[in-house]
């Protein structure tokens, strides 16, 4: 069965300490791998795809990164606006996106 | 550019009503996937149509639930008979293709049963 495992859950930092979420997946035929950041009471915001092994994308403080297996959403320098829950998806061409349970990340200052 | 559109954005069903929840795609977009997250949990995947065709219902609860994405308006997601269980944030995405795979979603349908 196809998966997709986030951790941490949750992610507190301070202002200014660099952190990375990771993602795990075991989808057979990968197509993409997405992130989105969801505020509460919010829909999804999309964030990055990635496509093949070694690709990075970067916005603002935000790096993803891709391996065969797991992709990394590495966050330098936090503010706490950084502050929501990052989702990771995955899917195979032609399919709906099978989604993590997010992880949680607080910033204080 | 307008985004994804879903209506209402809170909506409160006794049980046993109807509900339905709309979603009006991207301009340009003709895919619309229907997710379902419930408090602490993650999105799950529901349904995946094309207009005037349902790709994918692999999610979809086989009793009371449907939807349809006709050729002209809205996507809809129906709810017959609502039950307590049913309560949670429905959110809608839309697409442009099969080979274009983003997706980018609405604020949400959050579904209360008193």
């Known amino acids: 069965e196809d998966q997709v495992t986030q951790s941490p859950e949750a992610l507190r930092l301070q202002e200014g300490e660099s952190s990375s979420l990771n993602c795990s997946y075991t989808?057979?035929?990968?197509?993409?791998l997405f992130w989105y950041r969801q505020d509460p009471g919010k829909g999804p915001e999309f964030l990055f795809t990635?496509?093949?092994a070694g690709e990075e994308k970067e916005k603002e403080r935000l790096k993803a990164t891709l391996t065969k297996k797991e992709s990394f959403l590495h966050i330098t320098a936090p503010k706490p606006e950084d502050s929501a829950t990052y989702l990771c998806?995955?899917?195979?061409?032609?399919?709906?996106?099978?989604f993590g349970k997010g992880t949680t990340l607080s910033v204080s200052s | 550019n307008a985004g994804v559109m879903q209506n209402p954005r809170h909506l409160v069903r006794r049980r046993g009503q109807e509900a339905r929840l709309r979603c009006s795609p991207m301009?340009?977009?003709?895919?619309v996937y229907w997710y379902r997250q419930l408090p602490e949990e993650g999105l799950k995947f529901m349904v995946y149509?094309?207009?005037?065709?349902?790709?994918?219902e692999s999610g979809m609860p086989k009793e009371r639930f449907s939807a349809e994405f006709p050729k002209e308006g809205p996507s809809i997601l129906r709810i017959q008979q609502v039950v307590r269980g049913d309560s949670a944030a429905y959110f809608c995405?839309?697409?442009?293709?099969?080979?274009?795979?983003?997706?980018?979603f609405g604020q949400g349908t959050r579904l209360t049963v008193v």
């Open positions: 990635l496509y093949s």
């Open positions: 301009k340009g977009h003709s895919h």
């Open positions: 149509l094309q207009k005037e065709n349902i790709i994918d």
């Open positions: 995405a839309s697409g442009q293709s099969f080979s274009n795979t983003e997706a980018f």
């Open positions: 989808v057979s035929g990968l197509r993409g």
């Open positions: 998806a995955s899917n195979q061409a032609g399919t709906a996106l099978i």
